[in-house]
């Protein structure tokens, strides 16, 4: 009789959470943006929300900007969610594997969450205030070797991709410049613009609107290949730092649980949308690669994130970097 009656559950379960998967969405779905509104995280999710909300049959998508902590606040938050779908988690290289290096985390960044996809991946740009004296890479080079206290690089907090792509930057040329920490690169760029700060290792597709409109230096894209948005920018390798290659690669999770179908039309949610011209001419304005299609399965994005943390957790703790 037991075995009947478990047996039994077990088929009502099912039966119940293939139901919830095929109504869904009922209601609107959040993404958690762990960074400020108007930085590359946030830019991105509002690329992607109107195509995402057509291919969910037109439910609404909120975007809800959670910050703090190199976005390990808005993680948290998403991480103790309801594993129902409503609430994805938005974040990066810095968010989903380094902040496992600094941060003592009351979730596990890889077994607490499941994937959904990769969305694409962005290479950085050495930009400087205007002000800064320096015409070229090798100029700026030795423009911070010499005002080594007297400058500052702006981040989006201990941990972030500005963060750990300065220091390795710096680590490179062989300076200790102090940083200045901000709730997002959004607003780090805005006191790059107004002055306050001097240099930032930023994602393209934040800060390469502002070099366009002549509001910020830039002189080296970290990539091995020029950006097709702006090729007058020289990748590092030509300007004379050979090897500093660093892209932040962009994705979305959900928490542990999640029933499997749900994570299934997600996933064909994104894939679609990543198909969409419109969609991939905004991204690629910016320089954001959206990644072949065998690369936007789940399986991938687990694959990759593993492999990242095997990489980048011995030179984060190698380098003894602390929380703030």
């Known amino acids: 009789m037991k075995t009947i009656l478990t047996a039994a559950l077990a088929m009502f379960a099912a039966g119940a959470a293939g139901a919830q998967a095929q109504s869904y969405p009922s209601k609107p779905v959040t993404i958690i943006v762990p960074f400020a509104a108007g930085g590359p995280t946030d830019a991105m999710a509002r690329a992607l929300s109107d195509r995402l909300r ?9 975007i809800e900007n959670v910050t703090g902590a190199a976005g390990s606040i808005g993680v948290t938050r998403a991480a ?24 003592s985390l009351p979730y596990d960044l890889i077994e607490d969450f499941e994937p959904i996809s990769l969305l694409g991946s962005n290479p950085m740009l050495i930009v400087s205030k205007n002000a800064v004296p320096a015409k070229n890479l090798t100029e700026l080079i030795a423009w911070l070797k010499a005002n080594q206290d007297k400058s500052t690089f702006g981040t989006a907090g201990i941990g972030s991709g500005a963060h750990f792509s300065g220091l390795y930057f710096q680590s490179l040329i062989g300076t200790q410049i102090p940083y200045v920490a ?18 930032i290792v930023d994602q393209a597709s934040n800060s390469l609107p502002q070099v366009q409109a002549g509001r910020i230096r830039a002189y080296g894209v970290t990539d091995t290949k020029r950006l097709a948005a702006e090729p007058s920018i020289p990748t590092v390798d030509e300007a004379g730092l050979p090897g500093f290659n660093v892209a932040v690669w962009s994705a979305l999770w959900v928490p542990k649980g999640t029933p499997k179908d749900i994570v299934a039309k997600l996933n064909a949610a994104v894939v679609e949308s990543l198909a969409d011209p419109t969609v991939r001419k905004r991204l690629g304005d910016v320089g954001v690669d959206i990644p072949a299609r065998e690369r936007l399965t789940p399986e991938a994005l687990r694959t990759l994130q593993r492999s990242e943390a095997a990489k980048w957790w011995p030179i984060i703790k190698a380098a003894n970097v602390k929380p703030e």
């Not at 988690?89 to 968010?95: E, F, I, N, Y």
């Not at 901000?182 to 240099?199: E, F, K, N, S």
């Open 54 to 62: 057509q291919s969910l049959g037109g439910q609404t998508i909120v």
């Open 80 to 103: 103790r969610s309801a594993p129902d779908g409503y609430t994805i988690s938005m974040g990066h290289l810095g968010t989903h594997v380094i902040n496992g290096a600094i941060y």
């Open 182 to 199: 901000y709730r997002g690169t959004g607003p780090a760029l805005q006191d790059l613009v107004a002055g306050q700060i001097d240099v």
